[in-house]
DNA sequence: GGCTATGCTTTTTTT
DNA sequence: AAGCATAGCC
């Protein structure tokens, strides 16, 4: 016995020690199933593996951040030779260093589009296409994505699809040219291309299948279509494929992802060993009993139990509040509650709900009861404005032919390069057959030599061109974006456009964390570059530095989603209605929607966010709840209304609805008082 | 042609 | 509550 499988069940042991050949371990929700990868990671190397042959992917950053700490607490710095990246980082380092190869790398200068950029780029075609403000260009960007991760070219999408599909037909040849034109990949770009390269070119997939001797991936029931062809490409080989997942806990079926791929991995590789790990290692049984009998209400599924292996614990209890801020109240005393009483540490507690909307109340609850809190994922930082367009000017230095950032930052701040001035750049553009920015740089030539927008543009187009000379590479990478800043007057821009000085400061706090961003990415980098940077950006988290800062230290606040793969002593789960989990959108599907609904992913939603909590559990929902704009009744999730009543204890702490004059009254009353809110 | 204000809508999840 | 589109104003 290895020192790698000491103290493991014989399940795990099994896994850990199985060596070559496909390898399926179907791992319920805390069977330890990351131990089971990285001891099995270690394993290897003590067999003689060397780390750089080793290839581990996971489907987020801080998951892959979490295996590379826990390995190398085990091996210690070999651990930094083995690949541990998500589908993603990995296939932008197979494109740039593919792309790379060609005459003076010159190919491996592209920019990464995110959702946004996407739509942008879309909204730009729509007014080309004619095709101007018909349609939801996120239910055509839908469309497009699962054809590319299907690898349907764009001449050749399925005719006799719904109406949307056949908009999405007309803009995907449009969306793949512009893309190539802007220098820009998306983020299926970023899996579909390697692959493709992989699967055409021999001396490619030698390169990258003869590097990596063992592949491992976690949560492998998230993989898409083209995510599967790539480990195919990459292990098809020697088949050393080790996958690990739980069907139980697909829930990212809305973009791509499919749950038969776990189910079929016994057929797709055989002859396979499987694992089954059933045991719970994390919850006490009577979490594990509410999970079990929430789950058992999917059909199709693995059928199986999670077997506890702790005490019973305390009941699960189910608390019904007025409305939504009081839910975020009480949650948040409970919480202080139990900090104040030292049960529990703010690190070892997360409220998780399903949508990020019900995060704000929660944040305001927690606040006022001055408990420390993070609040994860949610992209919302670069949703902000003021970072996207800080973002964009760095972008534009880096590669000019970035139109769809260009034009955001052309008349930012307003400098009076208006859509007309920039169509008839666009319109000279198109007509020399030049990108965007040639137009920029011969403004002159492109409106005419009296255009009252020349001067303006010369100074835009002088302030990129200085940045880029100072962000170029082995620069001071924070000295020459502080400098842009600087030169587009940014800290005035987001003072002047502020409503009030609250809010000026919430901004410029954006810019501040960005800032933060390039000092401590310039810091980490054995070679910082301005590339590399807007490449992390797009992919990773850049909060990533003031989270190990204070680990433990917060309550965190997180999605559903975000919550995967981690663990909490004690879990609050908020908006227990119907309308909220199970989500709106599945229960009343728009015509925009590409598949009907699929409630039984809701489901598996609930189940994974029941079985973060180790030791103590509450479920909470509203009474009430005010939603477009008004409050309306709400309904307990079915996830808890059809279960047996033994598995929850429910209190109820919601006061019967006032009249509705009285309501009116306290209407009156709380608006003299100064507005609601203020209280 | 460009900018600003007002009125209007709008809400899933993430690489 | 915030973001977006439209309309009106400079």
Redo the contacts with the bound molecule.
């Keep these: 016995m290895s020192r790698w499988t000491k103290g493991l069940n014989p399940e795990q042991r099994a896994a850990v020690e199985h060596g070559e050949g496909p390898l399926l371990v179907l791992a319920g929700a805390g069977s330890g199933k990351t131990r089971v990868i990285t001891h099995r990671v270690a394993n290897l190397m003590e067999a003689g593996v060397g780390g750089e042959a080793i290839l581990a992917v996971t489907?987020?950053?801080?998951a892959a951040g979490e295996m590379r700490e826990r390995l190398q607490r085990m091996v210690g710095p070999a651990a930094r030779a083995v690949t541990m990246s998500?589908?993603?980082?990995l296939g932008l380092s197979m494109l740039r260093e593919e792309l790379g190869r060609g005459r003076k790398g010159k190919g491996a200068r592209f920019v990464i589009y995110?959702?946004g950029d996407q739509l942008a780029c879309l909204r730009t075609l729509a007014g080309r296409l004619r095709l101007r403000?018909t349609y939801d260009l996120e239910a055509v960007l839908a469309r497009i994505s699962a054809w590319k991760n299907a690898f349907v070219e764009p001449g050749a999408t399925p005719e006799g699809d719904d109406d949307y599909a056949q908009v999405a037909a007309i803009f995907y040849p449009a969306y793949e040219e512009a893309l190539r034109a802007l220098a820009a990949v998306d983020?299926?770009d970023l899996v579909v291309r390697p692959t493709r390269m992989l699967e055409r070119e021999p001396a490619c997939r030698e390169r990258w299948a003869g590097r990596f001797r063992h592949v491992l991936v976690d949560e492998y029931q998230d993989t898409n279509g083209s995510q599967l062809r790539m480990l195919r490409a990459l292990a098809g080989g020697h088949r050393n494929l080790c996958v690990v997942g739980d069907d139980d806990q697909a829930?990212y079926g809305?973009?791509g992802a499919e749950v038969r791929h776990i189910l079929e991995f016994e057929r797709d590789f055989a002859p396979c060993k499987v694992v089954a790990l059933e045991r719970n290692y994390r919850s006490v049984a009577r979490v594990l009993e509410l999970a079990n009998a929430v789950i058992a209400g999917n059909a199709a599924r693995h059928p199986k139990r999670l077997v506890p292996t702790r005490e019973a614990g305390p009941a699960v209890r189910l608390v019904v509040l007025e409305d939504g801020d009081a839910e975020a109240a009480w949650v948040a005393e409970e919480i202080e509650a139990r900090l104040r009483e030292r049960r529990f540490r703010p690190g070892q507690v997360a409220v998780l709900y399903?949508?990020?909307?019900l995060a704000q109340a929660l944040e305001t609850g927690l606040r006022a009861q001055r408990v420390p809190y993070r609040v994860l994922?949610?992209?919302s930082f670069f949703d902000r404005?003021e970072v996207k367009d800080l973002v964009a000017y760095l972008r534009v230095c880096h590669s000019p032919a970035d139109a769809i950032s260009l034009r955001r930052v052309i008349?930012f701040p307003?400098?009076?390069?208006?859509?007309?001035?920039v169509e008839?750049l666009a319109a000279w553009a198109e007509a020399e057959s030049q990108p965007l920015f040639r137009a920029v740089e011969r403004a002159a030539e492109a409106l005419g030599p009296g255009d009252r927008?020349l001067p303006a543009l010369a100074q835009f187009w002088g302030v990129i061109g200085r940045a880029a000379r100072r962000l170029r590479e082995g620069g001071d990478l924070l000295a020459g974006v502080q400098a842009l800043v600087e030169d587009i007057g940014l800290h005035d821009e987001v003072l002047d456009s502020a409503q009030s000085g609250a809010?000026a400061e919430r901004r410029w706090a954006g810019v501040a964390d960005l800032l933060a961003g390039v000092r401590g990415y310039a810091a980490r980098a054995e070679r910082p570059s301005l590339r590399e940077f807007l490449s992390q950006i797009t992919?990773a988290?850049l909060d990533k530095d003031k989270e190990e800062e204070d680990r433990g230290e917060r309550v965190t606040l997180s999605?559903l989603?975000?919550a995967k793969g981690l663990e909490w002593a004690c879990v609050f789960l908020v908006g227990m209605e119907e309308g909220i989990l199970p989500?709106?959108?599945?229960l009343n599907p728009s015509v925009a929607?590409m598949e009907s609904g699929d409630l039984s992913e809701e489901r598996r939603l609930c189940y994974v966010g029941i079985t973060r909590a180790k030791d103590e559990l509450t479920l909470t929902r509203a009474a009430r709840r005010v939603?477009?704009?008004k409050p309306r009744e709400r309904a307990p999730s079915r996830f808890v209304s059809e279960l047996p009543g033994t598995l929850l204890e429910v209190v109820d702490r919601a006061a019967p609805p006032p009249e509705a004059d009285v309501r009116e009254h306290l209407r009156k009353i709380k608006a003299m008082l100064g507005g609601?809110?203020s209280g």
């Design positions: 489907f987020t950053n801080k998500t589908f993603h980082a995110d959702t403000r983020f299926d829930i809305w973009r399903r949508s990020n909307r994922g949610g992209r404005k008349n307003p400098r009076g390069i208006g859509p007309a001035t008839k927008a809010a992919l988290d999605t989603h975000g989500h709106e959108r599945i929607d939603l477009h704009g609601p809110g």
